[in-house]
C-alpha cells in the first residue's frame, strides 16, 4: 500500500500506514524536497514520482542529487511491473494510442489506468479480455486473457478491486514496444 500523498513510502498494511503517519511523514508530503517549503500544491518528479518541488528552480537545483535515486526508482517500479501487449479495442470506439505491436512513434508516458473485468449474468469472466484506459478515455485497449501475466492481475483485481471487477493502477505506455507496464505495487483508490 503506497502513502496516498506520496510515493515514497510503502506499507504491508492499511494498519502498518496508520502506525506509521505522523508529523514528520505528513510534514514531509507537503514541503519541497529542495528547500523545504511547505504549501498545499507541489510538483512531483515526473520520473520517480517519489518527491516534489515547489518549483522549476528548486527541482533542477536538485536534480544532480536526486538523479540516481530517480533511475534507481525507476528501476524499481519496471521490476514490479506485470508487462502486456494490449490489443486495440474495435475502431470507432475511441482512441487508441497502442496497437498490438506498438507504433514505434512517441515518448514513454506514465498514467493511471482504469482495468476492468468482463463480468456478465454468470458472474466475473476469466475468459475474456480486461479492458483498460486512462480517465480522459484518450487511450483504451484490450487485456487477452492468452498473457502471460493475466491469471496474477485478474487474481488481484477480483481480490482487492473495487466489486471484484476493477482496479486503478500507475501505468507506463510504451509506444515504441506496444506494451502496457502495469505497477501492480501502486494501485490508486479513485473511481471514474
Not at 518549483?55 to 524499481?76: I, L, P
Not at 485478474?154 to 506494451?179: D, H, N, Q, R, W
Request: contains cysteine; proline residues 4%.
Amino acid at each position: 500500500v503506497g502513502c496516498p500523498n506520496c510515493t515514497a513510502v510503502l506499507y504491508c498494511s492499511d494498519n502498518c500506514q496508520a502506525r506509521h503517519w505522523n508529523k514528520t511523514h505528513q510534514l514531509q508530503s507537503v514541503s519541497c524536497t529542495k528547500c523545504g517549503e511547505s504549501r498545499e500544491t507541489l510538483r512531483k518528479c515526473s520520473g520517480c514520482k517519489a518527491v516534489q518541488y515547489c518549483s522549476v528552480a528548486c527541482q533542477r537545483a536538485d536534480w544532480r542529487e536526486h538523479k540516481r535515486a530517480c533511475r534507481e526508482s525507476q528501476a524499481r517500479d519496471v521490476e514490479r511491473c506485470l508487462v502486456f501487449k494490449p490489443v486495440a479495442i474495435k475502431e470507432g470506439q475511441g482512441a487508441v494510442m497502442v496497437e498490438t505491436g506498438g507504433t514505434g512513434e512517441g515518448k514513454d508516458k506514465r498514467t493511471k489506468v482504469k482495468i476492468e473485468i468482463v463480468y456478465d449474468t454468470k458472474g466475473v469472466r476469466s475468459d475474456y479480455p480486461m479492458t483498460v484506459t486512462d480517465k480522459a478515455k484518450t487511450y483504451q485497449s484490450c487485456i487477452l486473457p492468452t498473457e502471460n501475466d493475466y491469471p496474477k492481475l485478474f487474481s488481484l483485481i477480483t481480490e482487492k478491486g473495487y466489486g471484484a471487477v476493477t482496479m486503478y493502477f500507475e501505468a507506463t505506455m510504451k509506444p515504441s514496444t506496444g506494451e502496457l507496464l502495469v505497477n501492480i505495487s501502486n494501485s490508486f483508490p479513485e473511481t471514474w
